[in-house]
């Protein structure tokens, strides 16, 4: 975001000669390029600064701003009276009757004073009536630009800064493309540094529009291609403590999906509560539609759709491995998930039983975890019971298996299927279950529906497995067969 108010400034500020950045690019062959180019007065504001330089006192950050911009206004129109006590507007209005060139403001990281003083409401709406004040309906505004996390913050039913075309992580519009590297840019940068892009692929990607299915993050891969190293680049960044925060919060089901989206499992979000700030949560849904702003959580997009109310619905998930290594290790380090990290820390073991066909210990692996952690382990569907089993599986088939869901195999689907990753020498799980009948029948309908032939992509050792919870018992049953595909 940052980069992009930058080069706006660039393009549109008189106080520079930009031409030699932009003519070689695309813009430089749409018809109003020049136009535009070089022609305005612009201001760039890092509100970020501008805050803490006040102390993170909104009337003095306002006060010092306006000084500052009517210090440089003085040199545009030396002959204006300048001593309009803070008033910047008037500080604007007098240069643009003067000079008939108007302004482009760009703001960059608008809502700060809402994320860092969330609690002073006061502040926050002396700012946006300050915002409202200088930008709404001035003939001296030829373009205005916030970049941000949030939504804008609205107080009851209306915003005052409903004058704004609003671009976000859930309605990106038609500058979805822009909100990261697409995958045509990241294989570019791959083959032209020489970094393995299918692993590249694998930590980064993740993000998907309906028009944009491929977005990288921007960021991590710059940093990936210049350490030469694939690592979780987010837990320097700010938001890294408030993911900490927000997913510790004692909030009905919040927990349980949590649990499933780290499992792999897409929840579904309503993001129609959402109060654009980060400390009104009146339920699960407000802190998911938070950390879908914040870029934790990715929109799958076909799965839009829209409530009784015309709530719109979404189903989103962990977007990459990235991500879904900053969550477990958030996990790892909170009380209220012990339980979940204690089972993802035997997936070694829970996978070397698979490997070596004992019905008998799988079974046994998960009664006992059904015994210690009943707080996750409250599954009553197969769904759930898919959550517990990608959840023990997860950290030893990280770097060596490729996960997929409900994948369509031969006449079916299969609930989960672990194909190994290129280069690394193990065979394919195909795993069915059941909740309430038995584990043969679930390995009967891997044959009987014949799934080992959807893997056409795939020829070596499969292993097959049935497992089954019965609620009544409280015990599983696991059959385990191996076959060789050609």
């Given amino acids: 975001k940052s980069v992009t108010a930058s080069m706006l400034c660039a393009y ?43 102390g993170k006192k909104v009337p ?117 493309e822009y909100i990261g590297f697409t995958e045509e840019e990241v294989e570019e940068l791959c083959a032209s540094h020489g970094v393995d892009f299918a692993t590249m692929q694998r930590w980064y990607d993740g993000y998907s529009f309906e028009d944009c299915p491929h977005l990288y993050n921007p960021n991590s891969v710059v940093r990936a291609i210049q350490r030469n190293k694939f690592r979780s680049y987010w837990t320097q960044t700010e938001t890294f403590e408030s993911l900490r925060k927000y997913i510790d919060l004692n909030l009905e089901g919040l927990r349980d999906e949590v649990i499933r989206l780290v499992a792999g499992e897409e929840v579904v979000v309503n993001t129609a509560t ?25 929109l799958v997009p076909e799965s839009t759709s829209f409530g009784v109310d015309n709530d719109t619905i979404f189903a989103v998930k962990i977007p990459n491995f990235e991500i879904n290594k900053e969550f477990r290790n958030i996990l790892q380090h909170n009380s209220h998930y012990q339980g979940v990290y204690a089972l993802i820390q035997k997936t070694d ?18 009664n006992l975890a059904h015994q210690d952690h009943t707080s996750i382990l409250k599954y009553n569907d197969e769904n759930s019971l898919s959550c517990v089993v990608a959840l023990s599986l997860l950290l030893t088939t990280t770097d060596t298996y490729t996960v997929y869901r409900e994948q369509p195999s031969g006449k079916g689907y299969a609930d ?23 584990a043969r029948s679930a390995l009967a309908q891997i044959k009987e529906q014949n799934y080992p032939r959807g893997l056409k992509d795939y020829q070596g050792e499969l292993i097959l497995v049935g497992l089954n919870y019965s609620p009544k018992t409280k015990e599983h049953r696991c059959l385990i067969e191996r076959l060789h595909k050609d």
């Avoid at 194909?419 to 909740?435: D, F, M, N, S």
């Fill in 60 to 176: 003095a950050m306002i006060s010092s701003l306006s000084a500052k911009i009517a210090h440089e206004l003085k040199g545009l129109s030396p002959r204006l009276d300048f001593s309009f006590q803070d008033n910047l507007m008037e500080y604007l209005q007098s240069t643009y009757a003067e000079t008939s060139i108007p302004f482009v403001i760009v703001i960059d990281e608008w809502d700060c004073i809402m994320r860092e003083q969330s609690e002073d409401e006061e502040g926050i709406r002396q700012y946006l009536e300050w915002l409202k004040l200088i930008l709404k309906d001035k003939s001296y505004v030829a373009l205005a630009y916030m970049t941000g996390i949030l939504p804008i913050k609205k107080y009851g039913s209306h915003s005052a800064l409903n004058m704004f075309d609003e671009y976000s992580m859930t309605e990106p519009g038609e500058f979805a």
């Fill in 416 to 438: 989960l299927i672990y194909l190994p990753r290129p280069g690394v020498q193990k065979p394919a799980l195909l795993i069915e279950l059941k909740y309430n009948e038995s």
């Fill in 12 to 54: 549109y500020s008189k106080d520079c000669d930009s031409a030699p950045l932009f003519d070689s690019l695309k813009i430089a062959r749409v018809a109003s390029y020049k136009e535009h180019l070089n022609q305005y007065h612009t201001i760039f504001i890092n509100m970020t600064d501008a805050f803490n330089s006040a």
């Fill in 274 to 298: 959402f109060h654009n700030d980060m400390t009104t949560f009146e339920g699960k849904d407000d802190v998911l539609s938070l950390l879908i702003h914040l870029g934790y959580l990715a």
């Fill in 349 to 366: 073991e829970l996978l070397e039983h698979i490997l070596a066909g004992d019905n008998e210990a799988v079974a046994e692996f998960f």
